[in-house]
Structure formats: structure tokens, C-alpha cells
């Protein structure tokens, strides 16, 4: 058994792993009530499974075990999309700025580019998607995401190598916060200037930049719990 995880206290788990666990459900999947569902649905199965955990694997390993079976269950339905697809959707039609008074225009700003880092990660396949996530955001090593996956570690990495180069490809062609000549209409970005915001839309930028990107989206982007409102 994990040495942190001597006393498996709910409460502990949830707050240690909900973040990562939702997150990634909600990078798999577009839509967001299956999103939170598939996570939900994992929180179930691991609350059922904790009074026969013998800490045989980490725990770690178990939970997101758990959660691999659950998120690709909830996957069955949707989409692999095209690259040629997703550039469409990036140059589709003018978003609506929120103009409610009461309403956080920067938040919006930060929701809309959550929902672009999650499309462009749909230019991955299933597996590919769920393997890069495993590694880059939820920082699991080679070997364990091969036991989750049930593949070879010299597997996971060849896939993840070849996801990164994938979508760095797809952000350089692609997105303006990336590369300023990329092609994307970003509609974002006019909108920025209509709510003056250009700040948080270089903090976006910033962001993008960098190596890690969808790890770095943890600190500056809306996070959710799926697992703390069961």
C-alpha cells in the first residue's frame, strides 16, 4: 500500500485525485454532462471498491485503472475528429460575448480556451488522447500507465511522443496564441478587446507557450471536482 495512503479516507482521496481524475474526463470527452458523469461513475465504482483494497498496486494505479475503464465507456460515443474537422470548428462562426453585468468576463475568457484545448486534443485517437493525459497532465510514468492501459511501457512512449508531435503540430499550424501566424481565426480574440481583457488573453498566451500546456491549464484555468458534489 501506498505509505501516504495508509488510512484510505475518502474525504483524502477525493481531494487528491478528484481534480486530476475530472479533468481528464473532461479533456476525453466534449461533452460536459458525460464528462462529469464518467467521473462520477468512477467515484462510485472506487467508494464500492476501497473495503477490498489489499494495496496489491499503488493506489494510484487503482484509481486510475478505475478511471480508464470508466472514460472509455463514456468515449464509445464520441467523436474522433478530423484535423480537417477541427479546423473548421476553429474558424466557425462569431461567439457571443456574455454582456451580462454580472457576469465574470474573464472567467469566460478562461472557459472558452478550456473548451479549445479539450477540441484540439480530439485530433488524438482514444487510446493516444487517454495516454498523453496520463502522462503530461496527471505525470504517471511510462510503466504505469502501461500497467493501466495494459500495454508495453516502450508502447505508452512511443505513443505519447508521437501524440505531442501531433498536437504541436496541430497548435502551430493552428492557434494564434501558439504561433501568431497560425491560421486560426481565434474568435476569441477580437472579442478580447470588446470586454477589455487584453490582459487575461496574454496570460492565455503565455500559457500556451509552453512546453507542457494542458499541465500548465491547471493553474490558470477553471478547475472542477466531479468527485467532492457526490
Given at each position: 500500500?501506498?505509505?501516504?495512503?495508509?488510512?484510505?479516507?475518502?474525504?483524502?482521496i477525493?481531494?487528491?485525485?478528484?481534480?486530476?481524475?475530472?479533468?481528464?474526463?473532461?479533456?476525453?470527452?466534449?461533452?460536459?454532462?458525460?464528462?462529469?458523469?464518467?467521473?462520477?461513475?468512477?467515484?462510485?465504482e472506487?467508494?464500492?471498491?476501497?473495503?477490498?483494497?489489499?494495496?496489491?498496486?499503488?493506489?494510484?494505479?487503482?484509481?486510475y485503472?478505475?478511471?480508464?475503464?470508466?472514460?472509455?465507456?463514456?468515449?464509445?460515443?464520441?467523436?474522433?475528429?478530423?484535423?480537417?474537422?477541427?479546423?473548421?470548428?476553429?474558424?466557425?462562426?462569431?461567439?457571443?460575448?456574455?454582456?451580462?453585468?454580472?457576469?465574470?468576463?474573464?472567467?469566460?475568457i478562461?472557459?472558452?480556451?478550456?473548451?479549445?484545448?479539450?477540441?484540439?486534443?480530439?485530433?488524438?485517437d482514444?487510446?493516444?488522447?487517454?495516454?498523453?493525459?496520463?502522462?503530461?497532465?496527471?505525470?504517471?510514468?511510462?510503466?504505469?500507465?502501461?500497467?493501466?492501459?495494459?500495454?508495453?511501457?516502450?508502447?505508452?512512449?512511443?505513443?505519447?511522443?508521437?501524440?505531442?508531435?501531433?498536437?504541436?503540430?496541430?497548435?502551430?499550424?493552428?492557434?494564434?496564441?501558439?504561433?501568431?501566424?497560425?491560421?486560426?481565426?481565434?474568435?476569441?480574440?477580437?472579442?478580447v478587446?470588446?470586454?477589455?481583457?487584453?490582459?487575461e488573453?496574454?496570460?492565455?498566451?503565455?500559457?500556451?507557450?509552453?512546453?507542457?500546456?494542458?499541465?500548465?491549464?491547471?493553474?490558470?484555468?477553471?478547475?472542477?471536482?466531479?468527485?467532492?458534489?457526490?
Amino acid at each position: 500500500m501506498d505509505s501516504n495512503t495508509s488510512v484510505l479516507d475518502t474525504s483524502t482521496i477525493a481531494e487528491k485525485y478528484g481534480p486530476l481524475v475530472s479533468s481528464i474526463c473532461r479533456r476525453m470527452i466534449q461533452n460536459a454532462e458525460d464528462a462529469k458523469d464518467a467521473a462520477q461513475e468512477a467515484w462510485a465504482e472506487i467508494i464500492k471498491g476501497l473495503p477490498s483494497f489489499k494495496g496489491e498496486a499503488k493506489l494510484s494505479t487503482w484509481i486510475y485503472t478505475v478511471t480508464y475503464h470508466s472514460v472509455m465507456h463514456f468515449c464509445q460515443k464520441d467523436k474522433i475528429y478530423s484535423t480537417k474537422f477541427l479546423r473548421d470548428y476553429f474558424h466557425g462562426d462569431s461567439l457571443e460575448v456574455p454582456y451580462d453585468i454580472d457576469y465574470d468576463k474573464s472567467l469566460w475568457i478562461k472557459e472558452m480556451c478550456d473548451k479549445c484545448l479539450t477540441g484540439i486534443l480530439h485530433c488524438l485517437d482514444r487510446e493516444s488522447r487517454l495516454a498523453y493525459l496520463f502522462r503530461d497532465v496527471a505525470q504517471l510514468s511510462y510503466e504505469e500507465i502501461a500497467v493501466i492501459m495494459e500495454q508495453e511501457p516502450a508502447a505508452i512512449r512511443k505513443t505519447v511522443s508521437r501524440s505531442r508531435k501531433k498536437l504541436r503540430n496541430f497548435l502551430n499550424n493552428e492557434c494564434v496564441l501558439f504561433n501568431p501566424s497560425g491560421s486560426c481565426k481565434c474568435r476569441m480574440k477580437n472579442l478580447v478587446e470588446d470586454i477589455m481583457l487584453p490582459q487575461e488573453y496574454q496570460k492565455l498566451r503565455r500559457f500556451v507557450s509552453r512546453v507542457n500546456l494542458y499541465k500548465e491549464s491547471q493553474s490558470i484555468l477553471p478547475q472542477k471536482n466531479y468527485w467532492i458534489s457526490i
